[in-house]
């Protein structure tokens, strides 16, 4: 059979015209993004009181993935006690959380230094379990000092404890609050978005310094998908879920006051989530919540309500 030299070339064209397509005549679906993150019980954070044991269980049995570390309760377990605790996480494929940083950098000198002599050991404790991510929050206002001094205190500060937890092999992530209710709550403005969190994270300069990521702050400081696709996977430590009330102006919100994740739809949960899948986020989400009613509950029933939640937002 003989084919014309303008029959070959159309046929070929039309071929290469589907290559470029992606088939999009076909309707076939794109890969759906996947999951690298992991579904963290933080006791505290829904207002449980629980040992790190039970706080183990209760995440076993409510089917999260990982539980918050308890470097005080790690600094008890001899060597043998130690190995057998990580050899039970990995048996029930289990990972840590992130630890909070026992530092309190925001009062005056004498709290940080005491606070900053401790941590060394906190650090060390945490090493023992393999726990490499500590966090904190950087508060959005301050009454006394000016913006400029308040960032170059933060940074000296912060650079201190980043610089023991890098000894340690461990890394620090900075949360920055966004409501507007609280960054215009005193006399003077502080960080409340993540591009002032990365100039502050680039001034503390020890390289082990990323982002504490919160669905609430990110909403709240009307910030964007675009916003995280900035981010790489290495750059966030950890990550906190949340919605917010209805029915409540963006600039009234308050912070004390939220939701469980995909609770209410106020904040665009899954364009949230599905930024993180984008850049290959692989560490730990956790709720936030700060909800009177959930913290009201038996800690069974509050841990079961997290978990559905937490479920729910995951599926979006």
């Known amino acids: 059979m003989k084919i014309s030299r303008r029959c070959f070339f159309s046929t070929a064209a039309a071929t290469a015209g589907l290559g470029t397509m992606g088939l999009a005549g076909f309707n076939v679906a794109a890969a759906p993004l996947v999951r690298k993150f992991y579904m963290d019980l933080s006791c505290g954070r829904i207002g449980v009181k629980a040992t790190f044991l039970e706080a ?119 949360e920055y609050l966004g409501p507007m209710t609280l960054w215009r709550r005193e006399r003077h403005a502080f960080i409340h978005s993540l591009g002032e969190t990365r100039e502050l994270i680039a001034a503390i300069g020890t390289g082990n310094v990323g982002i504490q990521l919160d669905s609430w702050h990110w909403f709240t400081a009307e910030e964007t998908e675009a916003d995280l696709l900035t981010l790489r996977n290495e750059e966030i430590i950890t990550v906190d879920l949340n919605d917010a ?34 850049i290959g986020y692989d560490g730990p989400v956790h709720a936030e919540p700060f909800n009177a009613a959930l913290r009201a509950l038996p800690r069974e029933e509050a841990c079961a309500a997290t978990a559905a939640a937490m479920k729910k937002a995951f599926a979006l």
């Open 245 to 278: 009330p209805q029915g409540i102006a963006l600039d009234k919100q308050i912070d004390s006051s939220r939701e469980l994740p995909a609770a209410t739809g106020v904040i665009p949960t899954k364009r949230f989530l599905d930024a993180l899948r984008t």
């Open 56 to 174: 183990m269980d209760l995440a076993v049995r409510h089917g999260f993935e990982a539980v918050d570390p308890d470097a005080k309760y790690f600094s008890q377990l001899s060597d043998v006690q130690m190995t057998d605790l990580l050899a039970q996480m990995k048996f029930k494929n289990f990972r840590f959380g992130p630890a909070s940083l026992p530092v309190d950098f925001r009062k005056d000198d004498a709290t940080f230094q005491e606070g900053l002599k401790a941590l060394p050991e906190t650090s060390r404790a945490l090493q023992r379990a393999g726990v490499w991510r500590v966090s904190t929050y950087v508060l959005s206002f301050d009454r006394n000092l000016s913006y400029l001094q308040n960032f170059r205190s933060h940074a000296y500060r912060l650079r201190a404890c980043a610089q023991i937890l890098k000894d340690h092999g461990q890394k620090l992530g900075l």
